[in-house]
């Protein structure tokens, strides 16, 4: 089985600085990685995954994430934000098996100040 | 419309009501997901539907009963519900139903039991 762990419920960032959002996964197994975000008032989107390949992973609205097996971790990046980056943004993790669910962390709220 | 969209947006219901949500895709995916957001807390998967058939039910109280008619939409039935049940219930879509996932979310519908 798989796990997820945000280890930030809230990150605060000035505009235009960089930002980081730590997530942390742990499985005895490989995995697929998704970072999705959620705009208030409205449901998930999908903002990057990596299934496979090239560890740094581009997504959109200038957002990226490297996968790093040794750190199983997944971290978000983003080298300059806007105001509109304030979301809500959650780390989902699968296994490859087709009885794998997907399992989304608990979150990380970006709150971007002027 | 495209992508997926849920009605109502927001529902107020009284513990004795019986109320209706209701989910439509527009992607042509085959597979349809229920998840109650709770503040603070990860998604929780509650049902999964693969064509057409009930596929998952995870512990789901039976105050809650989905139904999936077709390919295209989703229910969520609910009745007796309590304070607790008070969440953002989201639908959402994939092709396929085994990883890697890429969902699909609707905005939500916001239900407050009072």
């Known amino acids: 089985a798989q796990s997820v762990t945000q280890l930030d419920s809230q990150v605060p960032v000035f505009e235009e600085a960089p930002a980081e959002l730590r997530c942390n996964y742990s499985?005895?197994?490989?995995?697929?990685l998704f970072w999705y975000v959620q705009y208030p008032n409205q449901g998930l989107q999908l903002l990057l995954k990596?299934?496979?390949?090239?560890?740094l992973v581009k997504g959109i609205n200038g957002f990226e994430a490297e996968f790093n097996k040794s750190q199983t971790s997944f971290h978000l990046r983003k080298p300059s934000v806007h105001i509109s980056d304030t979301a809500e943004y959650f780390c989902?993790?699968?296994?490859?098996?087709?009885?794998?669910?997907?399992?989304f962390g608990s979150g990380t709220r970006l709150s971007i100040r002027p | 419309e495209t992508g997926v969209t849920q009605t109502p947006r927001h529902l107020v219901m009284g513990m004795t009501n019986k109320k209706s949500l209701k989910c439509e895709q527009h992607?042509?995916?085959?597979?349809m997901y229920w998840y109650k957001q709770s503040a603070k807390k990860p998604l929780e998967l509650m049902f999964v539907?693969?064509?057409?058939?009930?596929?998952e039910n995870n512990s789901v109280p039976s105050r809650f009963s989905p139904e999936c008619p077709n390919s295209s939409h989703l229910f969520l039935h609910l009745h007796t519900l309590q304070p607790e049940d008070s969440a953002l219930y989201l639908c959402?879509?994939?092709?396929?139903?085994?990883?890697?996932?890429?969902?699909?979310f609707g905005p939500g519908t916001r239900l407050t039991v009072t």
């Open positions: 959402a879509s994939s092709q396929g139903r085994g990883p890697p996932y890429e969902q699909y």
């Open positions: 499985s005895s197994v490989s995995v697929y």
């Open positions: 990596y299934l496979s390949g090239s560890t």
């Open positions: 989902a993790v699968s296994g490859y098996s087709s009885a794998s669910k997907i399992i």
């Open positions: 992607l042509g995916h085959n597979a």
């Open positions: 539907y693969s064509l057409e058939e009930r596929v």
